[in-house]
C-alpha cells in the first residue's frame, strides 16, 4: 500500500510569489494535517482537515490557507511568500481526527526554499 | 499550553554504547499522548512509539525501550548497543487532541 505522498520534494520560489504544496493521504484515512519544521527545529501545526472541514488550525497567519478535496487529498496554499516560510513542510494522514487515538502517518515532505 | 523539552540538542556515541534521549513535557490535559518519532535525512518522520497518560509500564521493543515517569513527566528514550543506522534526529511529542506539539529534537549521531 502506497504510504503519504506529498509533492514536489523540492521547491524553490522567490519572495511575494504563491506556492501550491499538495498531499495523498493513505487509502481510507480521512484526516490530513500539515506541519512546518523550519531548519533546526521540531515541526509546527498548521492544519488539520476532516471530511474536507478545518478542524484546527495552528498559529499561522492568514497567508497560509488549506482545503481538502472529496477524495482527501488536500492541498496546502502559501501567499505573498517570505524568506521565513522556508522550511519542510510534512503532511501526516490519519483515520480520524484524534492524533492519540488513531495515530498520523507522515509523508516525507516537501522542502521549500523562498529566496 | 503543552510543552515538549528536549535539553540534548546532539549526542555522539561510539557504536555498541548505550544512549538515552531525554523528554520532558507539560500538560494541562489529564488524558494526553506521548510519542517519539525518528527523522532520517531524508526528512520523513518515522513513528516508533505512542504511550497513554493512563499507562506508565515501560516498553522494550529490541534495542529499543521507553521510561514514562508521570511523576516527573517525563518520556525517556533508550537505545542499547547502538548502530550506526540509529544515527537521526529524534523528536519527543505530546497530543491532548487533534496536534501534535513537538520537541526541538536531539540529534543523536552514531560513530563506528
Known amino acids: 500500500d502506497a504510504g503519504v505522498t506529498q509533492s514536489p520534494t523540492h521547491l524553490i520560489k522567490t519572495r511575494g510569489q504563491q506556492v501550491t504544496l499538495r498531499c495523498s493521504p493513505i487509502?481510507?484515512?480521512?484526516?490530513v494535517s500539515w506541519y512546518q519544521q523550519v531548519l533546526g527545529q521540531g515541526p509546527q501545526f498548521i492544519f488539520q482537515?476532516?471530511?474536507?472541514?478545518?478542524?484546527g488550525r495552528g498559529n499561522f497567519p492568514d497567508r497560509f490557507s488549506a482545503r481538502q478535496f472529496p477524495n482527501y487529498s488536500s492541498e496546502l496554499n502559501v501567499n505573498a511568500l517570505l524568506l521565513g516560510d522556508s522550511a519542510l513542510y510534512l503532511c501526516?494522514?490519519?483515520?480520524?481526527?484524534?492524533?492519540?487515538?488513531?495515530?498520523?502517518?507522515f509523508g516525507s515532505g516537501t522542502r521549500l526554499t523562498v529566496v | 499550553a503543552q510543552k515538549v523539552t528536549q535539553a540534548q540538542t546532539e549526542i555522539s556515541v561510539v557504536e555498541k554504547e548505550d544512549v538515552t534521549l531525554d523528554c520532558v513535557y507539560e500538560?494541562?490535559?489529564?488524558?494526553?499522548?506521548l510519542f517519539w518519532y525518528k527523522q532520517p535525512p531524508s526528512g520523513e518522520l518515522v513513528f516508533l512509539i505512542r504511550?497513554?497518560?493512563?499507562?506508565?509500564q515501560n516498553e522494550i521493543s529490541g534495542r529499543y525501550s521507553w521510561n514514562f515517569q508521570k511523576s516527573t513527566s517525563s518520556f525517556n528514550f533508550t537505545i542499547t548497543a547502538s548502530q550506526v543506522v540509529d544515527s537521526a534526529v529524534y523528536f519527543c511529542?505530546?497530543?491532548?487532541?487533534?496536534?501534535?506539539?513537538f520537541g526541538k529534537g536531539t540529534k543523536l549521531t552514531v560513530n563506528p
Open positions: 500538560t494541562r490535559d489529564t488524558t494526553y499522548y
Open positions: 511529542a505530546l497530543t491532548g487532541s487533534e496536534k501534535l506539539v
Open positions: 501526516a494522514s490519519s483515520l480520524g481526527t484524534s492524533q492519540g487515538t488513531y495515530g498520523y502517518t
Open positions: 504511550r497513554n497518560s493512563f499507562d506508565e
Open positions: 487509502s481510507g484515512h480521512k484526516s
Open positions: 482537515y476532516y471530511e474536507k472541514e478545518e478542524r
